[in-house]
């Protein structure tokens, strides 16, 4: 908000800051004059002078109390009542001298309009921020001290009606001056909160914005990585497929060689599978080639461990950092555990149950390209397995079973 801007009243904010004072002054203002209307009745009730004045601190109290209420109801729109409970307490205040001249006399009003000048010089500096608010208040108090000052035909009243409106012209210069002051501050205070209101609204609107982009960027990383493993997974039996199962074996044949650690290889195959599924239909083979990964998987127990579909019933077991004699050991494992889940098949030559066969291979890499002989030496393995009756496991041929050569 630009300061050179703000015109004094025709802003919103202005006008809720100043009515917030003055009903705050309002309030606060309530006690002290009740009290001294209060003081003013005991004076001339102990003096015998007006002792019914009591009636008119009745009328006050009720009024600004009744004024009092109001403006708590009417909240952000108490400007009316506020007005309407200061001009009915200036007439009030203004009505005291009245009566006590009429009643008693104009010498015996002295003390009522002195205490009324005084509220009125009070109301200046509550309520002079708003001129309506400060005229309301003081205009009839001052004509009420000057008509009875008129009234008493003396020298000394003729002087009093004269200096009144003097103060009050005096009183009216400083209200104007406190307004400016109090204007200013006002004006600085809701400049201030303004600003701090624009502030925490771009804050807030930089927050969601990157809030909105963070939560854009976490649904693209996760559609990239579902899509990702998507297409490393193996939609049938939900274990690596072949494209992951490649990308795998050059990568772990790379850390092998690095490492100069050995790496091997274990390839099955399911016995008999096309007499399987010809016997009992491709939704039961499914189920058997799902449950064959889902042992196969159970095997992987390292991090680097990886069980993979690489053709329609043939499966891989790459084991990082495994020899030779540990890759047999748990292929013997796999292979006995698959059997024994006994699942039916009468078409085999093996037995009455599904059963696989496995060829291992092992291979300290001394190149990157180790994994096509490596891959090629479980095959062969594989193929001997079967050629010796299936449901069993074969390793590599020769001495050097555990060192493929790069072809």
């Not at 200046?124 to 205009?139: E, M, P, Q, V, W």
């Amino acid at each position: 908000m630009n300061a050179e801007r703000v015109e004094w009243g025709d802003d919103d904010a202005l006008r809720r800051a100043s009515l917030e004072l003055l009903v705050r002054n309002a309030r606060s203002g309530l006690v002290p004059d009740l009290l001294i209307a209060a003081l003013c009745c005991a004076f001339y009730s102990v003096t015998g002078l007006a002792p019914g004045l009591w009636l008119w601190w009745l009328v006050l109290a009720l009024a600004r109390l009744a004024g009092q209420r109001v403006m708590r109801q009417r909240g952000d729109d108490a400007r009316g009542a506020l007005l309407a409970t200061l001009a009915v307490g200036g007439l009030l205040w203004g009505l005291v001298p009245l009566l006590v001249a009429w009643l008693v006399g104009t010498d015996a009003a002295f003390a009522a309009f002195l205490l009324a000048a005084g509220i009125a010089i009070a109301a200046f500096g509550s309520y002079g921020i708003d001129a309506r608010a400060a005229l309301f208040a003081t205009l009839p108090i001052a004509v009420a001290i000057v008509a009875v000052a008129l009234a008493a035909g003396s020298l000394a009243g003729y002087a009093v009606a004269a200096a009144v409106p003097l103060l009050y012209a005096h009183q009216c210069v400083v209200a104007v001056q406190a307004r400016r002051v109090l204007a200013a501050q006002i004006r600085r205070r809701v400049e201030s909160e303004v600003l701090a209101a624009e502030r925490s609204e771009r804050a807030a609107k930089a927050t969601a914005e990157l809030d909105r982009r963070l939560e854009t960027e976490r649904m693209l990383r996760a559609s990239r990585d579902r899509a990702e493993r998507l297409s490393s997974t193996d939609a049938l039996t939900g274990i690596a497929n072949r494209r992951y199962f490649d990308k795998r074996l050059r990568a772990e044949v790379s850390r092998a060689f690095r490492a100069r650690s050995p790496l091997s290889l274990v390839l099955a195959d399911l016995d008999y599978f096309k007499q399987y599924n010809d016997l009992y239909g491709h939704p039961q083979g499914d189920e058997c080639l799902r449950a064959f990964a889902g042992l196969l998987e159970s095997y992987c127990r390292r991090g680097g461990d990886l069980a993979a579909r690489v053709g329609g019933e043939e499966f891989a077991l790459l084991l990082p950092e495994t020899d030779y004699a540990a890759a047999c050991h748990l292929a013997e494992q796999a292979r006995a555990a698959f059997d024994a889940k006994g699942i039916l098949h009468e078409g085999s030559q093996v037995k009455d149950n599904a059963t696989a066969s496995f060829g291992v291979a092992s291979v300290t890499p001394d190149g990157l390209e180790a994994g096509e002989g490596l891959l090629a030496q479980a095959d062969a393995a594989l193929y001997r397995a079967k050629a010796q009756g299936r449901n069993r496991v074969a390793g590599a041929e020769g001495p050097d079973s555990r060192a493929a050569a790069a072809p």
